[in-house]
């Protein structure tokens, strides 16, 4: 089992920043990747981001590239959402994932979950 507990969400005006944080406890030795998903009202959960744990590597979905950038401390066992530029539409719960086995692509095979975190952009 693992544990997700996230902060650092909030309310931003448009064009402001947020950090959000994710630390992991439990069977982080088996980690593989973590990644950050978002869901808006009334729509369904988009995969964000997300970053491997061995090379570093990240992948993002095309909304954000250029204005979200994900980073890791694997001595804390924390991932680190920079959000920049923030847009309203950026909106949403954002929850991250850790992933223990390897999976063709980042964006799958997420086992363990936090609780969210609101991220609220005003216009």
């Known amino acids: 089992q693992v544990q997700l507990v996230e902060s650092g969400g909030g309310l931003v005006q448009a064009g402001g920043s947020l950090r959000l944080s994710c630390a992991a406890s439990?069977?982080?030795?088996?980690?593989?990747?973590m990644g950050w998903f978002r869901q808006a009202p009334g729509k369904e959960r988009e995969f964000v981001g997300a970053?491997?744990?061995?090379?570093?590597?990240?992948v993002y979905t095309d909304s954000v590239k250029g204005r979200f950038t994900i980073s890791r401390d694997n001595a804390k066992n924390t991932v680190y959402l920079q959000m920049n530029s923030l847009k309203p539409e950026d909106t949403a719960v954002y929850y991250c994932?850790?992933?223990?086995?390897?999976?063709?692509?980042?964006?799958?095979?997420?086992?363990?979950w936090g609780q969210g975190t609101q991220v609220t952009v005003s216009s």
């Open positions: 994932a850790h992933r223990p086995y390897y999976d063709i692509t980042l964006s799958a095979g997420y086992a363990y």
């Open positions: 970053i491997s744990w061995r090379s570093g590597s990240t």
């Open positions: 439990g069977r982080t030795f088996s980690t593989n990747a």
